[in-house]
């Protein structure tokens, strides 16, 4: 894990995403921003539709964005399955995993749904 796992001592927020794009996508993307400016620890999963959206460029930059910003991305190993997608197939700063191995690695973080 980099360092975005504790960042200052406190618990961050693991935001599980099915939607994207849309309003609820837009909305988790800037509440990720948020956090992360204000030094939480942030880690952004995503499944269901939101793994199938990585070829559309307006989530492909806010993906990028936050990555470059310092907030872990990660695509759940089922979803890549659904959409036929290969490790090969992600984009730079997005990782593979399942949800269990995602909340396994936050104890003690906050969980939000999107």
């Known amino acids: 894990m980099g360092g ?12 599980i995403v099915t939607e994207a794009p849309g309003p ?3 909305a988790a993307v800037e509440l990720a921003a948020t956090l992360n400016a204000m030094d939480r620890g942030v880690a952004m999963l995503l499944k269901e539709g939101a793994a199938g959206a990585l070829g559309n460029a307006k989530v492909a930059t806010a993906l990028d964005m936050l990555w470059r910003d310092g907030v872990w991305i990660g695509l759940c190993q089922s979803a890549m399955d659904a ?9 730079p700063g997005v990782e593979a995993l399942g949800l269990v191995a995602f909340l396994a690695e936050r104890p003690g973080w906050q ?3 999107a």
């Open 4 to 15: 975005w796992h504790e960042r200052g001592g406190m618990s961050g927020v693991a935001m």
């Open 24 to 26: 609820r996508f837009a």
């Open 111 to 113: 969980i939000l749904l």
């Open 83 to 91: 959409h036929g997608l290969r490790a090969a197939d992600l984009p």
